[in-house]
């Protein structure tokens, strides 16, 4: 192997440490998963508040886009977005006040949750410069083929929303 070849494996390796991605799988809201079915989330959340199509432009998400049809199932401070081919996904978590949370692994996230602990779980992705302002924070799939993620919105150096992101 060239020096130079080995020097940009070893540079790329060191990366993916430090830089994390967002396993979907470790993601939970009470016990379902971010990735569940429409009768999953109805025996464990109850009837949702409401259920309508979300219209969404483009994305993984967009009818028109997919040729599918996708319908949203809305509870309160949180909605999930899909259909019985490919599922529901956690599409929004509002955490509008502390009795809100997800899990992701064994950390919990909720709106104290801070800048601090979203980079302790994420692996540095948080940029500095938010801790004196508001800002979004994307964080990517780990399943790199499908380049979707999760955008985290922080206020005030606390996580106030999480939605989910796909590419148009």
């Known amino acids: 192997m060239k020096p130079l070849t ?3 494996v070893i540079i790329l390796s060191i990366q993916n440490i430090i830089s994390q991605n967002i396993d979907f ?3 939970m809201y009470k016990e379902i998963s971010c990735y569940s079915s429409k009768i999953q989330i109805i025996e464990d959340l109850g009837k949702p508040l409401k259920v309508y199509n979300p219209n969404y432009e483009c994305g ?3 009818t028109d886009e997919q040729m599918k049809d996708f319908e949203t199932l809305e509870y309160q401070n949180i909605k999930f977005t899909g259909n019985k081919e490919d599922n529901f996904i956690l599409d929004v978590v509002n955490f509008n006040d502390e009795s ?3 899990t992701y692994s064994k950390f919990q996230l909720n709106s104290e949750t801070t800048l601090d602990q979203l980079n302790e779980i994420f692996g540095n992705n948080i940029p500095n410069n938010l801790k004196d302002d ?3 924070v994307f ?3 780990k ?3 499908k380049e979707d993620g999760f955008i985290f919105l922080i206020k005030d150096e606390k996580l ?3 939605m989910y992101w796909s590419p148009c």
């Open 6 to 8: 080995f020097l940009l």
């Open 25 to 27: 799988e470790k993601l």
């Open 60 to 62: 993984f998400l967009s």
């Open 100 to 102: 809100t949370s997800i």
């Open 134 to 136: 508001s800002g979004i």
């Open 139 to 141: 964080i990517p799939n």
């Open 143 to 145: 399943n790199k083929f």
């Open 160 to 162: 106030i929303k999480i």
